[in-house]
């Protein structure tokens, strides 16, 4: 079963564009969560996507947002970047939402520059 | 407030004896489950160990093992016969289930280092 794939691997944007990073979870997973990690912050909590639908987000500004097509597959957005957004990114898959031993499979990461 | 603190930034052993890496964390939730995931170079998440929070049990995994005190809100890791794959950081971890959806919140990390 493949794991979970994140595309692209590596980015560097200019600050004021945006980026859109594709999350591509392990089959018949069906909820997708997304994390920050930052050297300063650590790993934060973006949102999480269940049924193409998003379940809660986490202290970040609009300018983060996120989808989840009918396969699953997620994709989140960060548009007027700043240097600030510069981060790994890291999408994380599992089977069942519901119960909280129910293991998360993360993915290899995007990391983000912003110049 | 949900918060995880791993008070060691970094951590140092010997090839084949024992480490620990401490973890306090604060929730007011009663639902939970507890994981330590190792982050190696490669920075993808791999899953260690996981305890459940009504279990006082502790979880074991071949040479990792957990000291889970919940009254202390406190989930330690031990690392028996440590191997130079164990190098990587360790992150602390609970998982709730907030206002219908799932939550990993973590700790800061370990970086752990191996010395041959």
């Known amino acids: 079963k493949a794991g979970v794939t994140q595309t692209p691997r590596y980015l560097i944007k200019t600050r004021g564009q945006q980026v859109t990073l594709s999350c591509s979870p392990i089959?018949?997973?069906?909820?997708v969560s997304w994390y920050q990690q930052t050297p300063g912050q650590g790993l934060q909590f973006l949102f999480e996507y269940f049924s193409e639908t998003q379940r809660n987000k986490g202290n970040f500004p609009g300018r983060f947002s996120g989808r989840q097509f009918s396969n699953s597959r997620s994709e989140m957005n960060v548009s007027t970047l700043e240097l600030g957004d510069s981060a790994l990114y890291l999408c994380a898959s599992s089977q069942d939402r519901y119960k909280t031993d129910t293991e998360a499979f993360f993915g290899q990461g995007t990391r983000l520059t912003v110049v | 407030a949900q918060t995880v603190t791993q008070s060691q930034p970094e951590m140092s052993v010997q090839e084949a004896e024992t480490v620990t890496l401490s973890c306090t964390y604060d929730?007011?939730?009663?639902?939970?489950?507890l994981f330590w995931y190792k982050q190696p170079p490669s920075r993808q998440m791999i899953l260690v160990i996981r305890q459940e929070a009504y279990k006082q049990q502790n979880a074991t995994e071949n040479r990792f093992s957990v000291n889970f005190q919940k009254a202390a809100k406190s989930f330690s890791l031990k690392i028996s016969d440590s191997q130079l794959g164990d190098a990587a950081m360790y992150f602390c971890?609970?998982?709730?289930?907030?206002?219908?959806?799932?939550?990993?919140?973590f700790g800061q990390g370990t970086r752990l280092t191996i010395n041959p």
């Open positions: 089959s018949g997973h069906r909820s």
């Open positions: 971890a609970y998982r709730i289930l907030i206002q219908g959806a799932q939550k990993l919140v």
């Open positions: 929730t007011s939730e009663s639902d939970y489950y």
